[in-house]
T-cell receptor, first 116, second 115 residues
Framework: AQSVTQLGSHVSVSEGALVLLRCNYS??????LFWYVQYPNQGLQLLLK??????LVKGINGFEAEFKKSETSFHLTKPSAHMSDAAEYFC??????????????FGSGTRLSIRP | GAGVSQSPSNKVTEKGKDVELRCDPI?????LYWYRQSLGQGLEFLIY????????KSGLPSDRFSAERTGGSVSTLTIQRTQQEDSAVYLC?????????????FGPGTRLTVT
């Protein structure tokens, strides 16, 4: 069965430092992978997604993620953290064989805090 | 409005009471989804609508949960005889069509507290 695991429920970095949020998935075929961000008291917003093609995906707000099949990973990075990046981040994978968005399963989330 | 709206934003209810949560999707979006977000957990899929039909109700946790959508627009999630374990944030999302290719747009959620 497909699943997605986010390592670290809480990550804290200093402003200007590298942001690295880890996500690993299990799938027998190349998956569709997503990162969502949830700012306080707001709904989720799509940051970026990988479907096919280039394995390095660029998203909004300077974030990017790289699909590494050999490591079954889709880690999210940003070179320099900004205070406005403080939020909850969710990794998600679409179940194989389904086209419906209802078959997207979400990780448990990582809360990112930024220290001044 | 430009985005998905949900009401109420907060709801406190006593155990055993019924509650109704409302979602107004983006105009023209045919697909609508309900999720539940519990503290420290990811999103749990509940149900989705394509138009007014609900092809997938597999995520509804019990028969106390039901949902409907009318006019291909507004949707209501009803929880009967609420229990404390129903306390969570209920998120609604809409999409132009139901496909993993198309982005889901999420509302701000309804925080339900059952006392």
């Amino acid at each position: 069965a497909q699943s997605v695991t986010q390592l670290g429920s809480h990550v804290s970095v200093s402003e200007g430092a590298l942001v690295l949020l880890r996500c690993n998935y299990s799938s027998s075929v190349p998956p569709y992978l997503f990162w969502y961000v949830q700012y306080p008291n707001q709904g989720l917003q799509l940051l970026l997604k990988y479907t096919t093609g280039a394995t390095l995906v660029k998203g909004i707000n300077g974030f990017e993620a790289e699909f590494k099949k050999s490591e079954t990973s889709f880690h999210l990075t940003k070179p320099s953290a900004h205070m406005s990046d403080a939020a909850e981040y969710f990794c998600a994978v679409r179940l194989e064989g389904y086209s419906s968005a209802s078959k997207i399963i979400f990780g448990s989330g990582t809360r990112l805090s930024i220290r001044p | 409005g430009a985005g998905v709206s949900q009401s109420p934003s907060n709801k406190v209810t006593e155990k055993g009471k019924d509650v109704e949560l409302r979602c107004d999707p983006i105009s023209g979006h045919t697909a609508l989804y309900w999720y539940r977000q519990s503290l420290g957990q990811g999103l749990e899929f509940l149900i989705y609508f394509q138009g007014n039909s609900a092809p997938d109700k597999s995520g509804l946790p019990s028969d106390r949960f039901s949902a409907e959508r009318t006019g291909g627009s507004v949707s209501t999630l009803t929880i009967q005889r609420t229990q404390q374990e129903d306390s969570a944030v209920y998120l609604c999302a809409s999409s132009l069509v139901d496909s993993g290719w198309y982005e889901q747009y999420f509302g701000p959620g309804t925080r339900l507290t059952v006392t």
